[in-house]
């Protein structure tokens, strides 16, 4: 070889191993078995332990990956004990973890995890990420023990009883979600794309809820809870967030067809829906949102009309709140962004025309959305002007102001708390 007529007899063994290795990449296993072993006979031929080690390292690999499981387990361990025999214990990561995939394919769950536990201590101690990365990267025993864990935490949650059944239901839940997770990991999926799949999870639980009466509660509180996750995941494609938030309402929709869940399933349907709406809104770059909103808001307004004459008692909130909610949230957003005057002037004027009504009919919805939308409406047209006329005083003028304020607050404090209190009633007992 050309290596050894330079004198290079020493580092034959390493680079037979080497092409083996690149044939093991390209899948060529029969190839990577020659070079690895013609490597381990060079090395074994001018007395190079350290290359005979590396080359017996990838007729481990080599072999696990041809189903040899007895021959890879043979390797792996003459690889184990001559890097512990001289020290090189923070290269041990790969065949540890190598080992644990042999115990696995023998089916062997306990063996392999508790392998795959040494090698990740040893790769945390080497320092290496990428040895990190190979010590977890575990796929099947992942799948075996979530697989197995979840069977038996379903067995308990319908065969248990009291606080135990509860607590195997919800760790049940967790664990699909770790099942659900680990797929999509495993299958290469990006964030959004594992966003759609975790909502399998409040899915299932929605449906498990109607059926499972004792659990139904906290499993379903625990699958709304993995929901909030895939939004996160989502956020980064606005599409996709706009298409979770939708399929959750529409989870959420079909919780409330049971009247026990009716009330808040119905108003959580009614906010993912909507936000779903807004979303989508932004996607489309809609500089108009009103367009599409006060299609929905007219008649939305005129069936909580409707309600209120039939039921006197009905809440505004349920009446008018998604209404109101459809439009002048969007708007506001639009206005904040609008440098035209005529959108915060028309939002502003709508707000004040709501909070006025809602403050005629005593009724709360009307009062606070629109005056929260009128003051924010306000803020955001007012503050240039205020920071400017700031700018333009002394600047030790700003700070006196304050502290006369704050004085006079002070000075009056008793009476100020007691009108936020009757102020607090007030709204308190509208409808």
Known sequence: MAAEGLGLTAEVPDLLAGIGRTALLRGDLAEARAYHAAARERAVEVGFRAGEINAVLGLGLGARREGLIDEAEAHMKEALDWHRAVGLDSANALILAELGFSALARGDVAGALRLQEEGYGTALTSGDPRAVALALDVREATFAVLGTLLVLLVGV??????????????????????????????GGFEDHWTALALLLVPAATAAVGAKARPVALPVEITGAVVALPAFALAVSRPAFLALALALAGVIAAATAVRP?????ASWTAAVLLLLATWVRLAVWEVTTPEAYTLPVTVPALVVGLLRRRRDREASSWTAYGPGLAATLLPSLVAAWTDPEWARPLA???????VTLLGARFRLQALLVVGGSVLALDGLHELAPYVVQAVGALPRWLPPALAGLLLLAVGATYEQRLRDARRLRDRVARMR
Not at 347 to 353: F, T, W
């Open 157 to 186: 949650a319908v065969l248990g009883a009291g606080a135990r059944r509860v607590v195997a239901a919800c760790a049940a839940v967790l664990t699909a979600t770790g099942l659900v997770v680990a797929v999509a990991a495993a």
């Open 260 to 264: 026990e869940r009716r009330r808040f």
């Open 347 to 353: 939002l502003g004027v709508a707000a004040l025309v």
